[in-house]
């Protein structure tokens, strides 16, 4: 079960949740040690079962003012709500948080999700956008 102080819609709970039994069916299959494309690429086709738009290396541009200063590309969003931020490292940083939440402030979009495959155990921390300034957290293990 998804905790942390910011209620979570039903249908953003589903979301969250098929998205984790996505990644620890990936990770449970695969194990660590590879790299975060390989990943990737299975995760996508887990979630090919579900009834998600998924858009892989989603490109978006980043404004500074009425300014385009830069532009990236997102690993996955899904159902144009959640970004998907993979990983294959020793942990999940403080660095990935920081990251995902620049990601949301810069597309509006009100979830984030970093997945971390590089452990034994699957990682994940979950990132809400209550509003554009205000996000809340947590973590998990699996």
Same mark, same amino acid.
Request: with cysteine.
């Given at each position: 079960? +998804?905790? =942390?102080?910011?209620?979570?819609? $039903?249908?953003?709970?589903?979301?969250?949740?098929?998205? @984790? /039994? #996505? !990644?620890?069916?990936?990770?449970?299959?695969?194990g660590?040690?590879?790299?975060?494309?390989?990943?990737?690429?299975?995760?996508?086709?887990?979630?090919?079962?579900?009834?998600?738009?998924?858009e892989?290396?989603?490109?978006?541009?980043?404004?500074?003012?009425?300014? +385009?200063? =830069?532009?990236?590309?997102?690993? $996955?969003?899904?159902?144009?709500?959640?970004?998907?931020? @993979? /990983? #294959? !490292?020793?942990?999940?940083?403080?660095?990935?948080?920081?990251?995902?939440?620049?990601?949301?402030?810069?597309?509006?979009?009100?979830?984030?999700?970093?997945?971390?495959?590089?452990?034994?155990?699957?990682?994940w921390?979950?990132?809400?956008?209550?509003?554009r300034?205000?996000?809340?957290?947590?973590?998990?293990? $699996?």
């Open positions: 079960m +998804i905790a =942390g102080d910011a209620p979570m819609s $039903l249908e953003g709970h589903r979301l969250i949740q098929e998205i @984790l /039994k #996505a !990644a620890q069916s990936v990770h449970s299959k695969l660590c040690g590879f790299i975060e494309s390989v990943y990737g690429r299975a995760l996508i086709i887990e979630l090919k079962n579900t009834d998600f738009r998924i892989r290396e989603k490109l978006i541009k980043i404004w500074y003012g009425s300014k +385009i200063v =830069g532009k990236h590309f997102l690993d $996955l969003v899904i159902n144009e709500t959640v970004i998907i931020e @993979l /990983k #294959a !490292a020793r942990g999940i940083m403080p660095v990935h948080a920081a990251q995902m939440k620049s990601y949301l402030h810069a597309t509006g979009y009100p979830m984030g999700i970093v997945l971390n495959f590089g452990m034994p155990e699957l990682q921390e979950l990132l809400e956008a209550a509003h300034t205000d996000l809340k957290s947590c973590r998990g293990s $699996l």
